[in-house]
C-alpha cells in the first residue's frame, strides 16, 4: 500500500496533530508533550507544552495541535510529536510544501 504524503501550496496555513492515549488506549495527557519541525533548509524548530504554550494547543483529553503559519520553503517538512511523563510517546510524520505556480 503506497503511504500517502500530505501535501499544501506554500503560504497555507498547515495544522498538525497530535493524540496520546494510555496503554488502554483510553486518551490521556503527557505531562509534557514536545514538538518539533523541520524544514527542507535543515532548521528545526522546537516548542514545549506542559499545560501552557502559544503554539501547542490542547483540545482535549490527549488531543492537541500545533499550526505552522504560512510555510514558503518548497520541499519536504518533516515533523515529531512527543509526549513525556504521564504517557511516554512519540511519532514522525512528513508533509510536503509546493511552491505556487502563481506567485
Known sequence: M???INRYTA????RLTA???DL????????T???SYRNPDGVITRHSWSGVDGVIVQ???GLFHADIPQPVISGVWYYRWEGTGAVDAAGEHK?????SRLT
Not at 25 to 30: E, R
Not at 95 to 99: G, K, L, P, S, V
Request: net charge negative; glycine share 6%.
Open 33 to 35: 508533550v514536545l514538538f
Open 19 to 21: 493524540e496520546f492515549t
Open 59 to 61: 483540545d482535549g483529553t
Open 2 to 4: 503506497p503511504i500517502t
Open 95 to 99: 508533509f510536503y510544501i509546493e511552491q
Open 24 to 31: 488502554a488506549k483510553a486518551p490521556t495527557d503527557p505531562t
Open 11 to 14: 503560504g497555507s496555513l498547515v
